[in-house]
């Protein structure tokens, strides 16, 4: 179960309230008016959302005197956004969908063959609005993210690589799986040979002891010994020169990138089923209902201490149908169109693996593009692999769209966007 977390269930209230927050008058005296706004999203609105949860709504205060202005500022950029797109439309209810889909929305959220609980939306809002051919009840479901004004981008895709329910598990042949997990037992346990020199917890353990254990005690060793070890834990992953661990090369996240590039570069399936577990782009086919809407949608903002203000910038939105409109696009320009894997191009983007001096950080960079070539094509995701904290569980398999790099699906959504002009004609 997910930490509770504040930012579905403020932003839902921010926008069931009804009226844009002026951040200007906010900001007059940011502690006192933030704390004011969000006492009255506790007692009038927050509890009207339908699927809200004690455990969320209880951060919305950081103590009894001052509000959670950090969230505050990123619920504010989603509310104000969305109010502004309602038009003449008003909000009547909203759905948190977080520990289940109530009833009344449950036919917006069907599994399909490859993936269970297909619709990712955090809250549903109900719009009813139109008139003749137009008239209906629309339904609007947005995925929160959020990101401060200076933060990188969230996690669009957050799933274990291999595992039970591992990304990789299914979609790669088994002698890769059998590589991976050959690699990962050997590279542990000369780890922890490389660690322990003979002894563990004051007692003997050598090297033919290590050899002795299964591998899932030698993984607990292991990430007793290094889950907390800071700067050695990098070295340990990077088998940094210089270092003790210099003669342990992490084979283990090696075989996994061998797994990535030789399954799945080039791969047109590949990519489209990928991209629509991260975008969605068959929502319609799967969600049989033209007043049924879905965003993916960050808010962007924060508090700033040290000026004492609440900081909010425009929500990023995009809108389910033109983010598959162009994707689909792409995948129809059979001319044009190869699907290419490889590195993330950017100086830092230095594998775990791979053979240099210095510190580096101990993950895997890919970069998906489509297009005729890497220097033509659209970069469509950034995906990066990565251990979050302990060694036991799997590592984590996180998707990024990469705003800054030249000719980026964030380009093209942005200039699709301004000739589509959203607002009240998304509803017709």
Same mark, same amino acid.
């Given at each position: ?154 996690? *669009? ?6 595992? @039970?329910?591992?990304? !990789? #598990?299914?979609?790669?042949? +088994?002698? /890769?799986?059998? $590589? ?44 007793? *010994? ?6 050695? @834990?990098?070295?340990? !992953? #990077?088998?940094?020169?210089? +270092?003790? /661990?210099?003669? $342990? ?180």
């Amino acid at each position: 179960m997910a930490l509770p977390d504040p930012h579905e269930l403020m932003s839902g209230a921010l926008i069931l309230r009804g009226k844009k927050v002026d951040i200007n008058q906010l900001n007059k005296d940011p502690r006192v008016e933030g704390t004011k706004l969000t006492k009255d999203l506790v007692d009038n609105y927050a509890k009207n959302v339908i699927g809200w949860e004690q455990r969320d709504l209880d951060k919305f205060m950081v103590d009894d005197d001052i509000a959670d202005l950090k969230n505050l500022g990123k619920a504010i950029s989603v509310s104000n956004y969305v109010i502004d797109q309602l038009g003449e439309g008003k909000v009547e209810t909203i759905w948190q969908t977080g520990s289940q889909w109530d009833s009344q929305i449950k036919k917006f959220n069907p599994s399909t063959a490859t993936i269970k609980n297909y619709n990712s939306s955090d809250i549903v809002l109900k719009i009813p609005l139109g008139s003749g051919k137009d008239d209906c009840d629309h339904y609007w479901g947005i995925s929160l993210k959020k990101r401060g004004i200076k933060d990188k981008e969230p996690t *669009l895709l957050n799933k274990p690589v291999v595992g @039970k329910v591992g990304f !990789l #598990t299914e979609k790669v042949e +088994t002698k /890769y799986i059998n $590589n991976i997990k050959k690699a990962k037992a050997k590279f542990f346990t000369k780890a922890l040979k490389l660690k322990t020199a003979g002894s563990y917890k004051g007692k003997p353990l050598t090297g033919k002891d290590i050899d002795k254990l299964s591998f899932q005690t030698v993984l607990k060793y292991a990430n007793d *010994l290094f889950r907390r070890a800071g700067d050695e @834990k990098n070295q340990m !992953l #990077t088998g940094r020169k210089g +270092t003790v /661990y210099e003669t $342990n090369p992490n084979i283990y996240f090696e075989e996994m990138n061998k797994a990535f590039m030789e399954s799945f570069n080039n791969e047109k399936q590949f990519f489209f089923d990928f991209l629509d577990l991260v975008f969605k782009i068959n929502m319609d086919q799967w969600v049989k209902d033209r007043c049924f809407h879905f965003s993916l949608m960050t808010g962007v903002g924060g508090y700033d201490s040290s000026n004492n203000k609440i900081e909010v910038q425009g929500a990023e939105e995009k809108e389910g149908r033109l983010m598959s409109e162009i994707l689909r696009n792409m995948f129809k320009d059979e001319d044009k169109a190869n699907y290419i894997i490889r590195k993330q191009p950017d100086k830092r983007s230095i594998n775990a693996f791979e053979d240099i001096e210095g510190k580096k950080p101990a993950k895997l960079f890919f970069e998906m593009i489509i297009g005729p070539s890497t220097t033509l094509g659209t970069s469509i995701v950034d995906f990066e692999v990565r251990y979050k904290g302990d060694l036991t569980p799997e590592p984590q398999f996180q998707v990024f769209v990469n705003k800054i790099r030249k000719n980026s699906i964030a380009d093209k959504y942005k200039k699709e966007a301004l000739t589509k002009a959203l607002g009240k004609k998304r509803w017709k």
